[in-house]
């Protein structure tokens, strides 16, 4: 199994331009998150997916879009880019379900930067 | 929300020498407490977990103890070694939120 894959790895954009990171998983997850890590602040929770066709808000989730239309594939939207967003991205997946946690394992994350 | 704060920030230790993080949590329905080891430009990666009925857990050097009462959990870390050193992240899980909030991190470095 690859695990949790992620797509680009590096990636530079400017002031206002949009852009998808890709993820993908192929242990049948149900459970999908992205977060963004940024010095001194830990992992903070964008957005989430407890199924296909379920999403939902995290802690930052302005600025941010995101759809599960399959189990494997979870893309995070950046619609407008800002020089705040600049961050590092993990997206991790778990088998948690109907409230029940797990392990949740991370892909090795896109470093973003907006100028 | 849940909000998880964690202590230290940064902590230094001889190496062979114990190492306690310790964290707290406001939501009183949290029932599920990883601990994350990340090195440097490395995702973040599980070395420990306990669950909210469990009081104690231990793995070898590693052990997490849960206080439910107090919202307190702790990673303690025996004879430690230099590739122990990393960024320690605590984290609890709401179940019914469905989400996982993490602690804002502890620099562990192991000193020869």
């Known amino acids: 199994n690859a695990g949790v894959t992620q797509t680009p790895k590096f990636q530079v954009l400017k002031t206002g331009q949009s852009m998808t990171l890709q993820c993908a998983q192929d242990m049948n997850h149900e459970y999908m998150s992205w977060y963004r890590q940024d010095p001194g602040m830990g992992l903070r929770l964008i957005h989430y997916?407890?199924?296909?066709?379920?999403?939902d808000q995290g802690e930052v989730p302005n600025g941010y879009n995101v759809s599960r239309s399959t189990t494997e594939d979870f893309p995070l939207r950046l619609l407008s880019a800002a020089p705040s967003q600049t961050s590092v991205y993990f997206c991790a997946s778990s088998a948690a379900s109907g409230g029940a946690a797990d392990t949740q394992y991370f892909g090795p994350g896109t470093r973003l930067t907006v100028l | 929300g849940e909000n998880v704060e964690q202590h230290p920030s940064t902590l230094s230790v001889q190496e062979g020498d114990s190492a306690v993080i310790k964290c707290t949590y406001s939501d009183s329905a949290s029932n599920y407490f990883p601990w994350y080891k990340q090195e440097l430009g490395k995702r973040p990666q599980l070395i420990i977990d306990i669950r909210s009925n469990v009081g104690e857990k231990k793995d070898q050097r590693i052990a997490v103890t849960l206080n439910k009462t107090a919202k307190h959990f702790s990673l303690h870390i025996t004879e430690t070694q230099p590739e122990d050193s990393a960024v320690y992240f605590c984290a609890a899980f709401t179940g019914g939120g469905n989400k996982l909030t993490f602690g804002t991190g502890t620099q562990l470095k192991v000193e020869l």
């Open positions: 997916s407890v199924g296909a066709g379920i999403t």
